[in-house]
DNA sequence: TAATGTAATATTGTATGCAATATTAAATGT
DNA sequence: ACATTTAATATTGCATACAATATTACATTA
């Protein structure tokens, strides 16, 4: 097939905008649904085969992804899939916890019927997942309800940053492969939140965030490294 | 020249990294001299040709800073530094806010002596160059002694959000061509930070800090927007 | 067998060619 | 002059070629 006249399909699909973005969502995709794991080393020929492209929109791609931290680049030797540490895992905690918090405090002063009403609907769907005993898919749900209520906050910026961090966080828990334990006590927990946020409650919003945060760090903690956090 | 073989330099200096990276800093570099500014038009061309490599690192390295918000992309129309508005200069600020007062309350907890000497010395250099009136690189000082104490929170993904944000807002800004107006306030305000982190009062540390990024946000909205901030 | 060296293979990094698309300039009509 | 079409030019997006480098497989020796 060599010095093959190169082939381009006819259309460009518009809906997946062009092949670099492509290749950004698919990877990524691959990422959470564990396709390709930490530690991981990734070819740039596997992709570009697997993807149906060359190696050049992967090349962007990956790159993206590096610097978004989702992936580790050394000079020569390509990328692998980040393997966050413990350390790590306690920092975008931390983060997190900022971002939160500090949200939960603008937020409160935006709220609105509609708003609630679209929060109480996230809660549910989550409370729902848990009812039907449906595993696959509560992590994403979870953070769903908690980015609604940054979103509430009105600062894009903001709950592009939530994500991110809930991203990175997700990536080295493997969430999806563990076992349900605390998700009745989350239930309840978003229960709460969503209560001291409909009375505009910020302190005690924000002291429920927390310790909901913290609860469900130590949680994941103590299952995959067999300790509390820290 | 057409058909050449191509050139490649024997060595690939050590210290610039690989090409796509040295690109990725040149060009942050030149937005952040103003070299090129917001709105305008990115050629690929004209930046392998400045740089001396070919369009493929400044791909590269365009789609990671378009990713990181610095420029804004549209499918084959290309790169331009983005213009942000007044809104999303008032959302950068409210994050800034939130990760600084975040931060604050991690650092103070684990000040030491070591540190303290190190924020002192940020401070100082930044008075400095208010008593020598040199303005060129000010806001680059300011920027310095905001991130010590961020780092002093050691949360280095706390300290990497910090920079992208304030980076962000001082493309806004164009900061060094303004007027030094609120310089010798800046100078007695991160005097009373520095004394509030050193007496370890969280409370009164993020008082200052609110108020010192506030009054900024203000000084530089009227100076650009001819208004107050909102 | 383990360690070391060496050849074979794979992979990355980047320059470049070319089609698709966008932009600009020129030409034409109103 | 101004709008509108058309041609000419520029630019992007991507595939691909090839050198540099890294990795693996294999042979050789201790």
């Known amino acids: 097939m060599a010095g093959t006249k190169r082939e ?3 259309v460009s699909n518009k809906t997946d905008g062009n092949r670099t973005q492509m290749a950004y969502r698919k ?3 691959m990422m959470f649904n564990y396709d390709i794991v930490p ?3 990734l070819i740039f020929v596997d992709f570009a085969n697997r993807l149906g492209v060359s190696r050049t929109p992967i090349n962007n791609a990956l790159s993206i992804l590096a610097n978004e931290g989702f992936l580790d680049f050394i000079p020569n030797q390509g990328y692998r899939v980040h393997e966050i540490t413990r350390e790590e895992a306690n920092h975008l905690y931390e983060i997190r916890e900022i971002i939160e918090l500090g949200a939960i405090e603008l937020a409160i002063k935006k709220v609105s019927p509609e708003k ?5 609907t996230q809660k549910k769907l989550y409370e729902k997942s848990v009812m039907q005993q449906v595993t696959r898919g509560r992590f994403t749900l979870d953070q769903e309800f908690h980015a609604c209520y940054v979103q509430m906050a009105e600062n894009p910026y903001l709950t592009d940053y939530f994500r991110e961090v809930y991203q990175r966080i997700f990536l080295r828990h493997r969430i999806e492969g563990l076992p349900v334990g605390r998700s009745r006590e989350v239930v309840i927990e978003h229960k709460e939140i969503f209560k001291a946020i409909s009375m ?3 302190g005690a919003a924000q002291k429920l965030i927390k310790q ?3 609860a469900g760090k130590d949680y994941i903690f103590s299952a995959i490294f067999g300790q509390k956090s820290i």
Chains 1, 2 share one sequence.
């Open 27 to 29: 990877i990524k995709e």
């Open 116 to 120: 609630l009403k679209t929060l109480e």
């Open 200 to 202: 505009k409650d910020v």
């Open 8 to 10: 381009r399909p006819k």
């Open 212 to 214: 909901h945060i913290r």
């Open 39 to 41: 530690g991981q080393r």
